[in-house]
């Protein structure tokens, strides 16, 4: 697919989902610069960085995306030769695609350790690294039943039913306003994420952190999946993560809005929980509390108090 096709669809939210949106755009800029012709080396740079931007630009928030972009970037900025900086691209780009396909195994391989025998568990969205947690928890035997929300106003709940359906799993799907209705009945609240800060705070699909608010009201423990590459570096000198507002016609129909003059349509797609509302992250590298951020960050995405300047 050419780079101006995917960075559309991620827009579009066609490629979505945190890990999927970072290995398509690997993907896209590792075809764009194979495609690229004879070019001078700042020219061969400069046009990389140009994509790199169109891609970066589609979603600000899942920090999936820089973080995968990055890895490839580095190669080609730091190229003295022009073959250098082509020669570099496939292989970050493979590995990337290899690591992050290895790292949800090991994901759903130390997630469901975590999960009780006889679990019933919630989730909010739809999340690869959540759902595998699930299905290998499930494989294990120890799933009850998930309760899984609707996820308004893009229904990706519709696509975590199908996949739970799929693998099996009894599920009970339900509006997002009814999770603390049901919360009494949940063990542990198993969700994804699209960023996860220095501090530990867990930025995901908008409605997370009112669904944690309640788990932690129910004393249900809350348990994130998350692979290194969704840490942000950024976070640890104090740069927020910015927060996607898409559409309103996604939440409300254009003629519908366009007669109520009062009324401004909001749509914010994610929201961020808390640290203390959290009680394990799942990495590929292991479990962590989500105070142990820093060290993500610091041992496996190479970022130390020195870039701090
Ligand atoms: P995986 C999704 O965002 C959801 O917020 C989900 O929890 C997160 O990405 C992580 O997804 P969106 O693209 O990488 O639906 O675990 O806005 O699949």
């Not at 949106?21 to 070019?39: F, N, P, Q």
């Not at 509390?289 to 108090?305: K, S, T, V």
Request: net charge negative; glycine share 6%.
């Amino acid at each position: 697919m050419s780079l101006e096709d995917t960075a559309k669809k991620i827009k579009a939210m066609e490629i979505r989902g945190a890990a999927l949106i970072a290995r398509s755009a690997v993907e896209a800029l590792c075809e764009y610069g194979e495609g690229l012709g004879e070019l001078a080396l700042t020219d061969f740079k400069e046009a990389m960085e140009n994509a790199a931007e169109l891609l970066l630009a589609t979603r600000p928030t899942a920090v999936s995306l820089p973080n995968a972009v990055n890895i490839v970037m580095k190669g080609v900025r730091n190229a003295d030769t022009i073959a250098e900086a082509r020669a570099g691209i496939r292989p970050s780009s493979e590995k990337f695609i290899r690591n992050s396909k290895d790292a949800l195994q090991k994901i759903a391989e130390i997630g469901a350790r975590h999960i009780p025998e006889d679990a019933t568990l919630m989730t909010h969205c739809n999340s690869q690294a959540a759902i595998a947690c699930i299905i290998e928890a499930h494989r294990q035997g120890k799933v009850r039943e998930v309760f899984a929300t609707e996820v308004r106003p893009r229904n990706q709940g519709l696509l975590t039913i199908r996949a739970l359906n799929d693998a099996g799993i009894k599920t009970n799907f339900i509006v997002d306003s009814g999770a603390r209705f049901f919360m009494k009945k949940i063990d542990l609240l198993v969700i994804g994420t699209d960023a996860v800060t220095v501090n530990g705070a867990v930025v995901n699909k908008i409605g997370t952190s009112q669904i944690a608010l309640a788990a932690r009201e129910a004393r249900t423990p809350v348990m994130v999946a998350a692979e290194t590459f969704k840490f942000a570096p950024r976070t640890i000198t104090g740069d927020l993560i910015e927060i996607e507002e898409r559409d309103t016609a996604e939440v409300l129909d254009r003629p519908i809005a366009a007669q109520l003059e009062n009324v401004t349509v909001r749509n914010p797609a994610f929201d961020v929980t808390p640290a203390d509302f959290i009680d394990l992250i799942v990495t590929e590298k292991g479990a962590i509390p989500p105070e142990m951020a820093y060290i993500i960050i610091r041992d496996h995405l190479g970022w130390n108090l020195e870039d701090i300047r």
